[in-house]
C-alpha cells in the first residue's frame, strides 16, 4: 500500500489527444522522495539535451509534493518543471494555494504533458474522468478570467485552476502560470503551456490521501502548529521586521518599503536618489498600501497569512506576496507605490513574472536614453514612465513591434538590439534576471548561492541565517541559544560565525571563512531541495530563520506520513541526490563554469581572486571537478550511476579519474 502519494501519474499528449493513468515506481520515492526529485528523474530519462524547449517533445510536469494533501501544515505546493525557454536549462518553479492538494485528492501525484495540441485546449480532472477540453473561447482572456470562467462552466467554484494570461499564449519567455493564490513565475513556464496551446488545467478530487501512522503523523502537526503560533506572536529581534515571523516575508501585512529603499540600489541598473526617502513617503506608501490591501489569506492548510487581496478602483483584483509589491515601482523610480500596485496587477493578469518584467521595462527605457532605441523603434509611446511602462508590457504581451523582441527577456533581447545593447544586461545571470537589487561589498554565502543555485533566482534559495550581522553582542547570544534547526556536527562552527559576525577588529566583518561559507550555502540550499520535494512551503522550512521544519523533525514527519524509514542523513543524501540530478540536466545542455557568477556590478566592491578561490572550494566541498561537474565518485556514491555513465559515454567524464 503507498501512503501520503497515490502512485499514480496522469500522462497527456495533446498531440493525440491520449490520456494515460499510469503506476510509478515506489523505489523512486524512495531515492527522489516526489515533487522535483521525480520531476528530474523524468527529464533526465525522456527529455534529451537535444530537445529544444517549445519542441513538443519537451515535457511540463504538474507534481504535488510527497506531502501535499496530508495533515502536514503548509505541504501545499505544487512543483511545475520543464525546460526553460530563457535559460535553456532545466526550470521548476514552485506555487502554492490548493491545486497540488486536489491533485492528489483526485487520484494522482503529477500530471505530464507532452505534445502540442492543434487548436486551444484546458484539462478538465475530476477523480477518475479526465478530459481534453475546447478553450478556443478561452483565448485572449485573463489568467483571473479563465480560472473563474472555467468554474462557471463547470459548475463548481471549488475546482482548482492553473491558467496562463495573454503572455503565455504569445510564449513570452517570462510568462507565469497564475492560480487564485499563487505565480508560478519564473523561468517562463507559462510560455511552454502557451507553446502546447493549453489554456489551464482544471482539478476537482474528492478522494483520500492515505498516511502510515496518523496518530503520531497529527501529534506532530499540532507540534508544528503551535511553533508557528509561537513565532507569529514573537518576532525575532535584530532582523527586519518582514523577517522577523515565520511564512514568507511579510511585506503584505508590514510596511517595510524604508528598509527596502534605503538599503539597497534598485531598478534595472539605476540608483535612487538619496534624498527620496522622507515621513512624507512613508506615510504615502503605507497609505496606498493600506487602500489597495482588502485582507490577508492563506494557502491550503496553514495558518499564516502571508498574500494579500489586492485591488484599486477600475482595476480587477488580484493576489500578490513578497516582493513584487515593489519591484514595478522601484524599476521605474517613481514616488507613487499605487502605480507599482496597479501596474502589478495589470502583469498578474497578462501572466507574467513580477521579478523580470519590471526590468525589461526599464532595460527598454535605458536603452531608449541611451540612443540605441529610437523613436521610431517606440513609436507612439507615451512622455511619461509611467504611461511608458503600461504601453511596453502591453507590446510586450502581444509580441507587437519592439515588444516582439523585449518578450525575450533582456539577454536575448540585449543581443537581437545590438548596437551596444549588451552592456545594459546589468542583471541576468545564466541568461535568467535576478531579484533587482544591488548590494555593496561581495557576501560569500550570497556569491556561492547566486552563482551555483540551478533554480537560478535567490528568492528560492536563501534563509536560515540572518541576512546581515546583528548590532549588538547580547542579540546574537541570544539568538544561537535555541537555534536547534543546524545540522547535526556543525552546531559549534555555525554558532561561532554568528557570535563573532561583525566584531569589530576583523577583517572582513561580513565574511565567514571559505569553509563555513561552504557549509552554510549547502544547508540552505539541501532544505530548499527537500521542501521543493516534499511540496512544503519554503516559507515554513527552508526560506524563514529559525522555521518550524527543519532537518531534525522532517524525517519523523516524513516516516509518520510516508511509512519510509527515515533519519537526518538519509534525507540529506535524497536531497543531495537530486541536487546533482538536476546539474546532471543541466551539465548536459551546456551548463560551465563560465556561466556560474552574478552579474559584474552586482557589488560595488569585488574581489576577483577571493572569489575564484570561493568557487574553487565550493566545487571541491560539493563533490565536483574545477569545472563544476559532479565528478564519478560522487555521482556513484549517490546512486547516480547512470549518470556517470552518459557523462562517460559523452566524453564529459573519463571512465578512469571520473572527470576529463
Not at 501545499?76 to 530563457?86: A, G, L, W
Not at 534563509?463 to 546581515?468: E, K
Not at 544547508?523 to 526560506?543: K, N, P, R, T, V
Request: charged content about 25%; some cysteine; overall charge negative.
Amino acid at each position: 500500500m503507498r501512503y501520503a502519494e497515490t502512485g499514480f501519474n496522469l500522462e497527456i499528449d495533446l498531440s493525440t489527444g491520449n490520456i494515460e493513468r499510469v503506476s510509478t515506481d515506489p523505489k523512486e520515492t524512495e531515492l527522489h522522495l516526489g515533487g522535483l526529485g521525480t520531476n528530474a528523474k523524468i527529464l533526465w530519462e525522456r527529455v534529451p539535451p537535444e530537445i529544444e524547449p517549445f519542441s513538443p517533445d519537451n515535457l511540463l510536469i504538474f507534481s504535488s509534493g510527497l506531502l501535499c494533501g496530508t495533515p502536514v501544515p503548509g505541504a501545499n505546493r505544487t512543483i511545475i518543471s520543464s525546460i526553460s525557454p530563457q535559460t535553456l536549462l532545466m526550470a521548476f518553479s514552485m506555487v502554492g494555494g490548493f491545486w497540488a492538494p486536489e491533485l492528489k485528492y483526485a487520484g494522482y501525484d503529477k500530471v505530464i504533458i507532452r505534445g502540442k495540441s492543434p487548436d486551444w485546449v484546458y484539462l478538465w480532472i475530476n477523480n477518475d474522468k479526465v478530459e481534453i477540453r475546447d478553450a478556443t473561447h478561452l483565448q485572449g482572456k485573463s489568467t483571473y478570467e479563465t480560472a473563474e470562467l472555467i468554474k462557471e462552466e463547470l459548475k463548481d467554484p471549488r475546482v482548482q485552476v492553473m491558467a496562463i494570461g495573454l503572455a503565455g499564449e504569445n510564449r513570452v519567455y517570462f510568462a507565469s502560470i497564475e492560480t487564485h493564490r499563487g505565480s508560478a513565475s519564473r523561468l517562463g513556464l507559462g510560455a511552454i503551456m502557451g507553446s502546447k496551446k493549453l489554456k489551464a488545467i482544471a482539478v476537482r478530487g474528492t478522494k483520500d490521501v492515505r498516511v502510515a501512522r496518523p496518530a503520531e503523523l497529527v501529534e506532530a502537526c499540532k507540534e508544528i502548529l503551535r511553533y508557528i503560533e509561537h513565532r507569529l506572536n514573537n518576532p525575532l529581534p535584530g532582523v527586519p521586521p518582514i523577517l522577523a515571523r515565520i511564512g514568507s516575508p511579510q511585506e503584505m501585512a508590514l510596511h517595510d518599503e524604508e528598509w527596502h529603499t534605503i538599503s539597497f540600489a534598485w531598478g534595472h541598473a539605476r540608483h535612487r536618489r538619496k534624498d527620496f526617502w522622507n515621513k512624507e513617503v512613508e506615510k504615502m506608501w503605507a497609505d496606498a498600501l493600506e487602500r489597495a490591501r482588502k485582507r490577508l489569506i492563506s494557502c491550503y492548510n496553514c495558518p499564516v497569512q502571508c498574500a494579500g487581496v489586492i485591488q484599486l478602483p477600475g482595476h480587477p483584483p488580484y493576489i500578490m506576496k513578497c516582493f513584487s509589491k515593489l519591484t514595478y515601482t522601484m524599476a521605474a523610480m517613481v514616488d507613487d507605490l499605487e502605480f507599482g500596485l496597479k501596474i502589478a496587477g495589470r502583469a498578474q493578469h497578462y501572466g507574467l513574472d513580477g521579478y523580470t518584467t519590471p526590468q525589461v521595462l526599464a532595460f527598454a527605457l535605458e536603452l531608449y536614453e541611451a540612443g540605441i532605441l529610437t523613436d521610431e523603434d517606440l513609436a507612439g509611446m507615451p512622455e511619461d514612465i509611467e504611461g511608458r511602462f503600461n504601453w511596453l508590457l502591453d507590446r510586450i504581451v502581444r509580441r507587437e513591434g519592439i515588444g516582439d523582441v523585449l518578450a525575450d527577456g533582456v539577454y536575448w533581447a540585449a543581443r537581437k538590439i545590438g548596437k551596444g545593447a549588451e552592456a545594459y544586461d546589468h542583471n541576468t545571470i545564466k541568461k535568467h534576471e535576478q531579484i533587482p537589487i544591488k548590494l555593496g561589498v561581495t557576501n560569500p554565502i550570497y556569491y556561492l548561492m547566486w552563482s551555483t543555485g540551478e533554480k537560478i533566482n535567490i528568492t528560492q534559495i536563501e534563509g536560515q541565517i540572518p541576512q546581515a550581522p546583528f548590532s549588538r553582542r547580547e542579540e546574537r547570544e541570544e539568538f544561537v541559544k535555541d537555534w536547534v534547526h543546524i545540522p547535526t556536527g556543525k552546531e559549534e562552527k555555525f554558532k561561532r560565525f554568528i557570535l563573532d559576525w561583525g566584531e569589530p577588529g576583523t577583517a572582513f566583518p561580513y565574511y565567514p571563512s571559505i569553509d563555513v561559507a561552504c557549509e552554510l550555502v549547502d544547508w540552505q540550499e539541501i532544505m530548499h531541495y527537500i521542501d521543493d520535494s516534499l511540496g512544503i512551503c519554503a516559507g515554513l522550512s527552508s526560506f524563514p530563520i529559525k522555521p518550524p521544519y527543519h532537518i531534525h523533525n522532517l524525517p519523523l514527519i516524513i516516516s509518520y506520513a510516508s511509512g519510509l524509514e527515515m533519519d537526518e542523513d538519509r534525507l540529506w543524501t535524497i536531497a543531495t541526490r537530486n541536487r546533482n540530478l538536476v546539474r546532471a540536466i543541466n551539465i548536459l545542455r551546456g551548463l560551465k563554469k563560465e556561466d556560474e557568477r552574478p552579474p559584474e556590478d552586482h557589488w560595488k566592491k569585488r574581489f576577483p581572486e577571493y572569489e575564484a578561490k570561493l568557487l574553487e572550494e565550493y566545487y571541491r566541498y560539493k563533490g565536483w571537478d574545477e569545472r563544476g561537474i559532479p565528478t564519478k565518485e560522487t555521482l556513484n556514491k549517490l546512486g547516480l550511476n547512470y549518470v556517470s555513465e552518459e557523462f562517460i559515454r559523452r566524453g564529459i567524464l573519463r571512465d578512469s579519474e571520473g572527470s576529463s
